[in-house]
Nanobody, 116 residues
C-alpha cells in the first residue's frame, strides 16, 4: 500500500518560513520523481517544485528564489523549504510521486495559510 504522508502546514505571517515534509512508503522512493503542488481556492492545482530521481530540480516562477525542494533517499522523504512567504502562497499543498510507466501517487494535502 502506497502512502505519501505530508507534515502539518499551518498559519505563517507574511515574510515567514515553513518547511513541509512528505514521507513515502510502499514505493521504491529512490526511483521516483517527486513534486510539490498547490491548489488555492477557486484555482487549478499547480506545480510548485519538482525534484527528479537524479536530483534535478525545477520551480514555478512564482517561488523561485524563495522555495527549495530537497530529498533524503535514506528517509524516503521529500522536503519543501518555503521562505519569504506571501499571502498568495496560501493554498493546500500536495506531495506527488511519479515514475515513468507507473501510476502517480498523491498525498492527502496540507493547508498553508500566510496571513497577519
Amino acid at each position: 500500500q502506497v502512502q505519501l504522508v505530508e507534515s502539518e502546514g499551518g498559519l505563517v505571517q507574511p515574510g515567514g518560513s515553513l518547511r513541509l515534509s512528505c514521507a513515502a512508503s510502499g514505493i521504491s522512493f529512490v526511483f521516483y520523481d517527486m513534486g510539490w503542488y498547490r491548489q488555492a481556492p477557486g484555482k487549478q492545482r499547480e506545480l510548485v517544485a519538482g525534484i527528479s530521481s537524479t536530483r534535478i530540480t525545477n520551480y514555478a516562477d512564482s517561488v523561485k528564489g524563495r522555495f527549495t525542494i530537497s530529498r533524503d533517499n535514506a528517509k524516503d522523504t521529500v522536503y519543501l523549504q518555503m521562505s519569504s512567504l506571501k499571502p498568495e502562497d496560501t493554498a493546500v499543498y500536495y506531495c506527488q510521486a511519479r515514475r515513468s510507466g507507473v501510476r502517480e501517487y498523491w498525498g492527502q494535502g496540507t493547508q498553508v495559510t500566510v496571513s497577519s
